[in-house]
């Protein structure tokens, strides 16, 4: 069934439930009783099945770069991360679509200490608003400096985000391939068998704390719910964004750097002699195993080097030129370190981003806490703001590390 015939059906169900109880005002004789509970037993394997395609469905339009559900993203855009914070400061309870969202993440299974909020309010930077009609004269929110911080890249060049996980996630991976022959008349064929493998997300825990004045908290401003918003893009998804790239594989995902040495890992390039002729041969490694390059992710040091490289010597043209190498983007981010040495050497990524998956589990929990010792002194709010995901890569083959240009 379609995930609105589920849903229909879960409402008719629920609506026939309710009308029994209410038939016996709570009192339920054994006839009634055996029917309730077949009712309950379809209600609930409906729920799983409305839970598993909502998730079917979410992949398939993040795949084909289609918005969410308009019910969830509608839902989704009333949520206030401020008002998330401050119904925890002052004990009271949630309320509209904030309510609305925690009651359906328990429904489905997720609990939290603290508050419940969308993950997808969070994966793009929120942009600061000007309200000057609410905005107290002696305050502005709306001008707040914030950190000059690194550039997030990994999402942006086109991994996959699969939301909403459970358990851990298992994706089947074909290894080899069947294999076609030809025959002379009469003869058979001897036939092939394809073998397989897979790969697994597990969930991994990444969170961090900071501090908001309550004076902040206060301001109601449309400003200052963006201000925060920016704050909590910046804590958490500067580390996932980190971990896809430099992960250690034991506390957090094992990033691409950390995916060579064996046979179908990430491949490895040289470029301790410059060129243009090097460049190609980053190129050729990925076109013989059929992979189709979207980004190249370095550093700031190597961008300088691309530009001041001449693609032909004496001939004008730079390796680098319009932001891309071999028309493919170059992105560059203090994410991506240069490798230590003495001296330290430049590195680059290039490969087919969107061969990244990023699982995630429920959504980002939210935890004030206004009576930590140093918060409390200075009437601020401590804030744990905390997420679970994991990082898998579906062809380590589509990459190519380099680890050697000079700087």
């Known amino acids: 069934m379609k995930l609105h015939e589920i849903r229909e059906a879960r409402a008719a169900k629920v609506q026939e439930a309710r009308a029994l109880l209410d038939t016996a005002a709570g009192k339920l004789n054994a006839d009634q009783q055996k029917t309730f509970d077949v009712l309950k037993s379809e209600i609930t394997a ?8 909502a998730f079917v469905e979410e992949c398939e339009r993040r795949a084909m770069g289609q918005p969410a559900d308009k019910h969830v993203a509608e839902l989704q855009s009333r949520i206030s991360v401020i008002d998330a914070i401050n119904a925890q400061i002052e004990g009271r309870s949630l309320s509209g679509a904030l309510a609305e969202f925690n009651q359906e993440q328990k429904r489905i299974g997720i609990a939290s200490r603290g508050v419940l909020v969308p993950a997808s309010l969070f994966e793009k930077r929120a942009t600061t608003t000007t309200a000057a009609q609410i905005v107290p004269d002696d305050y502005a929110p709306n001008e707040y400096v914030g950190l000059l911080r690194n550039s997030m ?22 290894a080899t391939a069947h ?31 900071t501090e908001l004045s309550r004076q902040l908290l206060q301001q109601s401003s449309p400003a200052v719910e963006a201000l925060v918003r920016d704050d909590f893009v910046q804590i958490v998804s500067l580390a996932v964004d980190k971990a896809m790239l430099h992960g250690d594989g034991i506390k957090e995902p094992l990033g691409l750097i950390g995916r060579t040495g064996l046979a179908g890992d990430v491949q490895t390039g040289n470029l301790a002699t410059l060129s243009w002729a090097t460049f190609l041969e980053l190129f050729e490694k990925l076109a013989l195993v059929n992979a189709n390059p979207n980004g190249i992710v370095t550093h700031a040091e190597v961008v300088t080097k691309l530009r001041s490289t001449l693609k032909t010597t004496g001939l004008p043209g730079y390796l680098m030129e319009n932001g891309q190498v071999g ?14 040495g003495s001296p330290d050497k430049g590195r680059l990524i290039m490969g087919d981003f969107s061969q990244i998956l990023i699982g995630q589990w429920g959504a980002l929990d939210i935890l004030a806490n206004p009576f930590a010792q140093d918060s409390f ?11 679970t995901m994991d990082m898998q890569v579906r062809h380590e083959a589509g990459f190519v590390l380099v680890e050697d240009l000079g700087l």
Not at 327 to 340: E, F, M, W
């Open 46 to 53: 409906l729920e799983g099945q409305e839970q598993r395609a």
């Open 153 to 174: 890249v990994v999402q942006r060049l086109g991994a996959r985000v699969l939301p909403n996980l459970r358990g851990d996630l298992v994706i089947p991976k074909a």
């Open 179 to 209: 294999t076609a022959e030809w025959l002379a008349e009469g003869d058979k064929l001897t036939g092939s068998n394809a073998t397989y493998d897979s790969i697994k997300l597990t969930p991994r825990h990444v969170g961090a704390k």
């Open 327 to 340: 028309g493919i983007n170059v992105s560059a981010t203090n994410q991506l370190a240069a490798k230590a």
């Open 377 to 387: 002194d200075a009437g601020a709010v401590q804030i744990r703001v905390m997420a």
